[in-house]
C-alpha cells in the first residue's frame, strides 16, 4: 500500500499596490518629516523617495518599517489586511 504524499503551498500576501500611499499616510499620522523617517529606519533619504515611486522595501526594511509602525499603533495603515475600517486620516 502507497503512501500518498502532500504539498501544501501558503500564499504570502500580495504587496499592496498602494504601498506609496498607505506609506504617506503612515508619514503623515506619525507627525514625521521623511528624514526623520529615513533617520530612524537607518536608511537614506534617496531610498525612502524610490519606496514613494512605488519601489518596494526589501525584507529586511519592510520589517523594521512595521516594526516602527506597530510601534506607533500604526500598523494597519500599511497593511490592507489589518485595515477594517481603521484606514482613515489621522485626526479626524
Known sequence: MGHQQRVYRIEPPRFPEDFPQRLEKFKDASGMSWRE??????????????WRQGTRPDSANLMALFSMAAGLGLLHLLLPELDNGKDTDAGE
Open 37 to 50: 523617517l529615513a533617520r530612524r529606519l537607518r536608511i537614506d533619504i534617496r531610498l525612502v523617495g524610490r
